[in-house]
Structure formats: structure tokens, C-alpha cells
């Protein structure tokens, strides 16, 4: 079946450090792409998506880029800040024929000033 | 537009009990999707609803079920309650038909403890 793998965490940088997440996938067909974060106590927000190969999705300096001959959707940032700080899960949604998503594990970021 | 609102916020059951948590869509979304996801991991999928029918089922037991209103509210039932149960229950809503590339946009999540 469908699956998402993410690199194990916690990810522990300094403040304008450079981020990337690695996040691979294993899906029949074309699925769509999403980076989710979540915030201590709260729910998922989307950060950001891609729905076909070469697609690059972006929002508030996060960037991935739907890599179909690798299977990745690796998620970056140029210069993190402490507000960053939080657990990163990537998923993807395949062919199924309803609304699923499938996410990997999680990786918690931490950015310290 | 107000998102994706759940209710309660936290319960405290024990074991053997029944519990109902409930979820209102984005204004417009017909699509409510219910998701587990229990400490240090990520939220694994329960069921879809779509048009107040069930469109789609996770790897869950029977002990799990839910239902969709006409005004596209969801509610979740879970009956007999076991320790690991216990977990942060998500709800999503999204505008896309069934199985469309739809975006899931989630509330903030009922965090369930079985004692």
C-alpha cells in the first residue's frame, strides 16, 4: 500500500541555519504531495502542496519539489526562525478513489536564537 | 469564514465506555474526514464522508463508526473503550468530490484519554 518515510527527528538548528527535510514516498498512479506542521497543542496546518511531477509547492519560505524519478518531496527553508519550531509530517494522497491521506511519522524541528 | 471546529476540546473516559466526538466543515465542504493520531506519531485515517454517505474506511475496528448530517456535521463513535484509544482525534474537511487531488484542512482536534 501507499506509505510515506521522513527522516527521524528531532532536527536541532540555530536561528538562519538552513533546513531540509527529507521525505520519500511509495504510491501506485500519480498521488498528490503535502507538507503539514504542527504547532505544540494545537492541529494540522498546510503548509504547503504539489499535484503533479516537477510541481513546486511554497509558502511563508518553505519550498518542496515534487521529484517523481526519485520519489521525494523534500521539504527546505533558507533561513529558519524560532517560531518554526514544531512537527513537520508529510503525506500524500493517492488513488483510492476517496479522500485519504497517508502521512509519514513526523520530524520535530527545533530552532534555538 | 470560521475552519474546521471540533468539540469537546479534551475528554477524560475509562475503559468499556462510549464516546462521541463531533465536527463541523468549513462552510461549503462536504467532505469530512476523520483521523487518529495517537502520541509521536502521525494521524492515521479512520473514515471519509462525503454527501452524508460513507465514502471511505480505514484499518479500524467495528468499534469505531460515524455519521455525516444534512448540514454536512460529522460525529464520531467509539464504543468500548480500550487504553489505546487514547489519542488526538482530527477532522478534516475539504470542498474536492471523493477522490479528488481535494486539499484536507483540519481543526485543532478532540485529545481523548482512556483511564
Known amino acids: 500500500g501507499d506509505s510515506v518515510t521522513q527522516m527521524e527527528g528531532p532536527v536541532t538548528l540555530s536561528e538562519e541555519a538552513f533546513l531540509t527535510i527529507n521525505c520519500t514516498y511509495t504510491?501506485?498512479?500519480?498521488?498528490?504531495l503535502f507538507w503539514y506542521v504542527q504547532y505544540p497543542g494545537e492541529g494540522l496546518q498546510l503548509l504547503l502542496k504539489?499535484?503533479?511531477?516537477?510541481d513546486k509547492g511554497s509558502n511563508k519560505g518553505f519550498e518542496a519539489t515534487y521529484r517523481k524519478e526519485t520519489t521525494s518531496f523534500h521539504l527546505e527553508k533558507g533561513s529558519v526562525q524560532v517560531s518554526d519550531s514544531a512537527v513537520y509530517f508529510c503525506?500524500?494522497?493517492?488513488?483510492?478513489?476517496?479522500?485519504?491521506?497517508?502521512f509519514g511519522t513526523g520530524t520535530r524541528l527545533l530552532v534555538s536564537p | 469564514d470560521a475552519g474546521v471546529t471540533q468539540s469537546p476540546t479534551h475528554l477524560i473516559k475509562t475503559r468499556g465506555q462510549h464516546v462521541t466526538l463531533r465536527c463541523s466543515p468549513i462552510s461549503g465542504h462536504k467532505s469530512v474526514s476523520w483521523y487518529q493520531q495517537v502520541l509521536g506519531q502521525g494521524p492515521q485515517f479512520i473514515f471519509q464522508y462525503y454527501e452524508k454517505e460513507e465514502r471511505g474506511r480505514g484499518n479500524f475496528p467495528d468499534r469505531f463508526s460515524a455519521r455525516q448530517f444534512p448540514n454536512y456535521s460529522s460525529e464520531l463513535n467509539v464504543n468500548a473503550l480500550l487504553l489505546g484509544d487514547s489519542a488526538l482525534y482530527l477532522c478534516?474537511?475539504?470542498?474536492?468530490?471523493?477522490?479528488?487531488?481535494?486539499?484536507?484542512?483540519f481543526g485543532p482536534g478532540t485529545r481523548l484519554l482512556v483511564l
Open positions: 504539489a499535484t503533479k511531477a516537477d
Open positions: 503525506a500524500l494522497s493517492g488513488d483510492t478513489g476517496f479522500q485519504k491521506l497517508v
Open positions: 478534516a474537511s475539504s470542498l474536492a468530490l471523493a477522490g479528488g487531488p481535494g486539499t484536507q484542512y
Open positions: 504510491a501506485t498512479g500519480y498521488p498528490s
